[in-house]
């Protein structure tokens, strides 16, 4: 049966009127989940049609079980995105025949032992981008890598350490993408490698591991001799009573570089390892390949070498009957009937999953490749499906935590909402345990089930402490699943539910947007004009459950309020004092540890702190993580990356660059540092020289570099210099110097004559705006916006602007371009791609 296509606009129409006119939502749920093929067409018409695709497919394999769902109550709990929502990749992923790709959400790779061979450090590599192709994340740990200085078996006679390393794996996840998007890589050490230091520098260094999360792993040694004032002793390697590198280090020192590296770039997160790990479930059958190694890009799952984790999340919101009225209350017998549905589901996801591995192997073998390229990677997903089957984890999760709390009219951050939060996640841990449970009567225990390996885990404990009912049970029929349970964040699934993300409180109740206007139409607003001319009206945006919250006392929704009537209003809601950057900071991470010790895995939350805090709090908000039981920290500052979406009113940080401007000079230097870039333009060779001052480019030399034509330059080479001189007859020429391998200099001349002369034209202004300051961001947008009539000069100008990415820092706002999902300004450069920061959608090129 031929399946109907549906056009852009037929999609989207659908959409909006199923998000009852909320074009954030239908844009995002179109560009991202509607079901689609390799040309982009579409067979969804609205996401009814998307959820009737999940709800078919999990009761096909209900029916192999006894008791099964039908499509029909799987469906019911997915519509309106009101109960249950698949996250990411199941959610796009199932019933899907047009992607050979994974249904899991994250992976953790990495070899057994402390191999850091070459061969081995490649071999992770390939693995990596293997699962990055399938639309994984990936997390790996750096510990096995020795320091650097370390003596070495082959011609460099010592080690380069950990770091080119890291900026290996970044750049392999730029590389790949998936469905218009890059990969996503967590890489982490232990603080106890002596190269640690230096791990937790390198995204300090502007341009460098762009493509990578980075964490530290910290065990409570080294936090206790942080409190303490002692000295920390690091070694290599990491785990061993012989060690072959042993360094002496005073504690407080680099735990002020990691307070201080936190508070300017929001990097590293921290890992306190050693309540992953004493919590754990999975590492109690750590000796049969369950020893947790890292994490997956957001944090939320620590997992083993080649296990792998799929999301779900329970709308909290929607259990809350009669929201923010007086007798307001949370249901929380429907809860609990949900959550074990819930664990049941993502049971049945894992059954799905082993289907799409063996599509993947049975791709693998059908590949023209020879078996030598073909083994690593159908090694690679033997040993995901081996692990899959062996444990079934799952990751039953949340959202809308923080509209659920202002739902019971209590204010987030306070003590009422945190004993609310953590009855709440204590209820869903038990229920969806005992669902584990009743799926192993009727479907058998994971494969490694063995209860008294558990005995003495704190989470199992725990659990069964409150519910003793539930050992007994676990005891005779054992447990499906290894693990269950975390909070993962939930941006687009947030907008498509129209409410709070994870376990976050509310961004803003109440913000601004702009939309372009024609000044010539009857009645449009024109609150101001931009630089190149266009109009624009500002208009308020009400976050979904404010509005709720208005309608349930009494106040107009249609009316159009002043900025004081506004401010009132939401003085008088539970969201007063209860917004991502005004919440009591310390109290936010008190709750994330009570609710912690009800989640089995990790939770990915972010302390917003505003522009003006100190590095002081940023060093109490960490301890107090440690000290509260949390298994992972995140900070962010105000302003500390570019990009952010901002309330529409606040002025702060309006005029700083996400760089420092360079010293202006009144005259070029002689002789400038050069950085070489080459690139595939049109399926074209080119090459850029960037001159730099200060590291920030200054001059642009760049052109086509074919074979016959091309600059005859040794392809190691990629930095150099770029000397200006002038002849008797006062022309001026640009000649780059580099050394050869022998360590001789070698010049070419005339860069100024190499290419185009079209193109030194146009370069001489480009250079010109970087030379007094222009921010590299402005003047992408100045080469983007020049109209030229020569398709050769407009090739030209792509490989311009191309080059110039290269310097922006990661999370650099671009100024003036509008997202095409949502049409709003906040477009940030991030790992190769320009992302918007206020729907997720992006674009790589």
């Known amino acids: 049966m031929e399946r109907k296509i549906y056009t852009f606009d037929e999609a989207c129409e659908a959409a909006l009127d199923y998000f009852k006119g909320d074009e954030l939502a239908a844009k995002v749920w179109v560009n991202k989940y509607a ?66 790709a994974s249904l899991s959400n994250c992976f953790v790779i990495g070899i057994d032992g402390s191999a850091d061979s070459y061969g081995a450090i490649m071999h992770i590599d390939q693995e990596q981008v293997q699962l990055m192709k399938r639309r994984g994340g990936v997390g790996h740990d750096l510990s096995h890598i020795r320091p650097k200085g370390s003596p070495v078996k082959n011609s460099a006679l010592t080690s380069t350490g950990l770091v080119p390393f890291m900026e290996r794996y970044s750049n392999s996840t730029r590389e790949v993408a998936q469905d218009g998007r890059r990969g996503a890589l967590m890489l982490s050490v232990s603080i106890k490698h002596p190269d640690a230091e230096s791990f937790i520098d390198a995204k300090m260094i502007e341009g460098k591991v762009t493509g990578a999360n980075v964490s530290v792993k910290i065990d409570d040694d080294f936090m206790q001799a942080v409190v303490d004032g002692t000295s920390y002793t690091q070694q290599y390697p990491v785990v061993s009573d012989k060690p072959t590198t042993i360094k002496e280090i005073e504690a407080s020192r680099l735990w002020e570089k990691i307070v201080h590296n936190a508070w300017r770039s929001a990097e590293p997160g921290v890992l306190f390892w050693d309540t992953i790990i004493k919590e754990s479930v999975p590492d109690c059958y750590a000796d049969l390949g369950f020893r947790t190694v890292s994490t997956n890009p957001c944090g939320e799952i620590p997992l083993c070498p080649y296990d792998s984790c799929r999301l779900l999340a329970i709308n909290l919101y929607s259990y809350v009957v009669n929201p923010f009225a007086d007798n307001a209350y949370f249901d929380f017998e429907l809860f609990k009937k949900h959550v074990g549905l819930a664990q049941r589901i993502m049971d049945d996801i894992i059954d799905l999953e082993t289907e799409k591995i063996d599509n993947i192997l049975l791709k693998i073998d059908e590949d023209p490749e020879v078996e030598e390229v073909k083994q690593t990677e159908r090694n690679l997903w033997e040993k995901i499906r081996k692990k899959t089957l062996q444990g079934r984890r799952t990751g039953v999760g949340i959202t809308a935590e923080g509209d659920m709390i202002a739902a019971m009219n209590l204010r987030y951050g306070t003590e009422d909402a945190t004993a609310l939060a953590e009855e709440v996640h204590r209820t869903l841990a038990i229920a969806a345990y005992r669902s584990s449970v009743e799926l192993a009567r009727e479907r058998g225990a994971f494969e490694i089930f063995d209860i008294e390996r558990e005995k003495n ?74 630089e190149n001319g266009d109009s624009w009206e500002e208009y308020i945006v009400f976050h979904h459950k404010f509005v709720t919250w208005m309608e349930t006392k009494g106040h107009s929704v249609t009316k159009k309020y002043t900025s004081e009537e506004l401010d009132q209003l939401v003085a008088q809601s539970p969201y007063y004092k209860a917004t991502s950057n005004d919440v009591d900071w310390l109290q936010k991470v008190k709750m994330q540890g009570r609710i912690q010790k009800w989640v089995d895995h990790s939770i990915s939350v972010t302390i917003n702190l505003p522009s003006d805090a100190t590095e002081d709090l940023v060093n109490t908000l960490y301890v107090e993580a ?82 016959d034509e091309g600059i005859m330059l040794p392809k190691h080479v990629n930095k150099g210099a770029i000397i200006k001189s002038i002849n008797d007859e006062g022309e001026r020429s640009y000649d780059f110097q580099f050394k050869n391998k022998r360590g001789y200099k070698t010049t070419i001349e005339g860069l100024n004559s190499k290419f185009n002369p079209e193109y030194w034209n146009y370069a001489k202004l480009i250079s010109g705006v970087l030379r007094y300051g222009m921010p590299i961001d402005q003047v992408i947008k100045l080469v983007q916006a020049l109209e030229l009539d020569s398709e050769t000069i407009n090739t030209w100008k792509n490989g311009v602007e191309r080059a110039l990415k290269k310097y922006l820092p990661n999370g650099a706002e671009m100024k003036g371009q509008k997202c095409p999902v949502c049409e709003q300004e906040t477009l940030v450069y991030q790992e190769g791609c320009l992302k918007c920061s206020n729907c997720g959608a992006s674009k790589c090129g």
Not at 487 to 497: E, W
Not at 647 to 673: N, W
Not at 679 to 699: C, S, V
Request: proline share 5%; charged share 30%; glycine share 6%.
């Open 626 to 707: 440690w000290k509260s039981g949390c298994k992972g920290c995140t900070v962010y500052r105000d302003g500390s990356r570019a990009g952010v979406l901002l309330a529409a009113d606040d002025k702060k940080g309006k005029e700083e660059e996400c760089y420092e401007r360079p010293i202006l000079v009144t005259s070029r230097p002689k002789e400038l540092e050069a950085d070489v870039i080459r690139f595939q333009n049109n399926k074209e060779k080119w090459i850029a020289f960037i001159g730099l001052l200060d590291n920030r480019p200054y001059e642009v030399f760049t052109g086509l570099n074919d074979d």
């Open 457 to 530: 885990n704190p989470f199992i404990n725990r659990l069964c402490a409150a519910d003793p009912e539930l050992y007994t049970e676990m005891e005779k029929y054992g447990r499906r699943n290894i693990a269950c349970l975390t909070v993962a964040p939930t941006g687009t699934t947030s907008l498509m539910s129209q409410s709070s993300s994870g376990i976050e409180p509310v961004f803003l109740p109440v913000y601004k947007r702009r939309r372009k206007v024609n000044p010539n139409d009857i009645q449009v607003k024109v609150d101001f004009i931009d």
């Open 35 to 100: 079901l689609k093929d390799a040309a982009g067409n579409i067979y969804e018409h609205s996401p009814e049609d998307m959820h009737w695709r999940l709800a078919n497919e999990i009761a096909r394999i209900e029916k192999k079980y006894e008791n099964g769902l039908a499509s029909q109550q799987l469906y019911d709990l997915f519509d309106q995105f009101k109960y249950i929502i698949p996250q990411g990749s199941p959610m796009t992923g199932i019933g899907n025949d047009f992607q050979i």
